[in-house]
Nanobody, 121 residues
Framework: QVQLVESGGGLVQAGGSLRLSCAAS????????MGWFRQAPGKEREFVAR????????YYADSVKGRFTISRDNAKNTVYLQMNSLRPEDTAVYYC??????????????WGQGTQVTVSS
């Protein structure tokens, strides 16, 4: 079992950047495929990015491709989401997720509590 805690959210102007962190405790993160999802007000939770256990493979939603970068440091049991060129439509609660499967599923087993990202126009 793993516990996930996100940090790094906040308020930023459009065009700005934020870096989210997801610290894991329990089993080491190298045992899990990990990723990020987000949920905007009145909308369903949606996939943002995922990364393989080793970090060698990443995948992004079309809406963030070229602007967001997911990475991980297994020595620190931490996954990151670097968000550049932020847009108002990126405003959402961002959730870290983990799964013991090889590829992060669309319904991961483990979730963090979420961190709010607000992008002002």
């Amino acid at each position: 079992q793993v516990q996930l805690v996100e940090s790094g959210g906040g308020l930023v102007q459009a065009g700005g950047s934020l870096r989210l962190s997801c610290a894991a405790s329990g089993r080491t993160t190298s045992s899990y495929a990990m990723g990020w999802f987000r949920q905007a007000p009145g909308k369903e939770r949606e996939f943002v990015a995922r990364i393989s256990r080793s970090g060698s493979s990443t995948y992004y939603a079309d809406s963030v491709k070229g602007r967001f970068t997911i990475s991980r440091d297994n020595a620190k049991n931490t996954v990151y989401l670097q968000m550049n060129s932020l847009r108002p439509e990126d405003t959402a609660v961002y959730y870290c997720a983990a799964d013991s499967s090889v590829v992060l599923s669309t319904t991961p087993k483990y979730w963090g509590q979420g961190t709010q990202v607000t992008v002002s126009s």
